[in-house]
Antibody, heavy 121, light 107 residues
């Protein structure tokens, strides 16, 4: 059974870098697209970006190039870095896996439980 | 970017009701649409894929239809566990985008 678990600081200061990790268990991290999705408190969902096989990434232009997603060499987890954060980046951050192996444009089948990140001084 | 608009933003219904809500895209998305259910404090759960394909384990009272820019999710007989917020998402192109959600509340 595939499981995803987000981890990282729950509080980040404005202008600093938000760093989160998603640990994958129960499946190989290859073959699928792995995404980050966020949800501000009591608001809707926003796709941040994805990574595939360490080589392919794509990001939501709304983040103005502040996001970087990387896949660790061990290939058991992938990470998100979001720099120059503001209060608008306060949200629950989810990692998620695509439904269809190798499908670049895909729905999100497996989700982590989410981790709340607050941007505040 | 493809904008997804869901309507209504909320609705009140009773157990046993048939409920339908819609999702419209700003351009044709060729049935590249997913529906999710989200309960408070939980991650979204994928219900339907490619507009009409029910995910394994999802009750058959959920169904999807549509084409082009207009899609619908129907719950044929609302059950107590169905009170939640429902989101659509297009996967036709990046950036992948979600609708604003429809919250189904108990009347």
């Amino acid at each position: 059974q595939v499981q995803l678990q987000e981890s990282g600081p729950g509080l980040v200061k404005p202008s600093e870098t938000l760093s989160l990790t998603c640990t994958v268990s129960g499946a190989a991290i290859s073959d699928f697209y792995w995404s980050w999705v966020r949800q501000p408190p009591n608001k809707g969902l926003e796709w941040i970006g994805y990574i595939y096989n360490s080589e392919t990434t794509d990001y939501n232009p709304s983040l103005k190039s502040r996001a970087t997603i990387s896949l660790e060499a061990s290939k058991t987890h992938f990470s998100l870095k979001l720099n120059s954060v503001t209060a608008a980046d306060t949200a629950i951050y989810y990692c998620a896996r695509g439904l269809i192996p190798g499908a670049e444009h895909d729905a999100f089948h497996i989700w982590g439980q989410g981790t709340m990140v607050t941007v505040s001084s | 970017d493809i904008q997804m608009t869901q309507s209504p933003s909320s609705l009140s219904a009773s157990v046993g009701d048939r409920v339908t809500f819609t999702c419209r895209a700003t351009q044709a998305i060729d049935n590249s649409l997913a529906w999710y259910q989200q309960k408070p404090g939980k991650a979204p759960k994928l219900l339907l894929y490619s507009a009409t394909r029910l995910q394994p384990g999802v009750p058959s009272r959920f169904s999807g239809s549509g084409s082009g820019t207009h899609y619908t999710l129907t719950i044929s007989s609302l059950q107590p566990e169905d009170f939640a917020t429902y989101y659509c998402q297009q996967f036709y192109t990046t950036p992948l985008t979600f609708g604003g959600g429809t919250k189904v509340e108990m009347k």
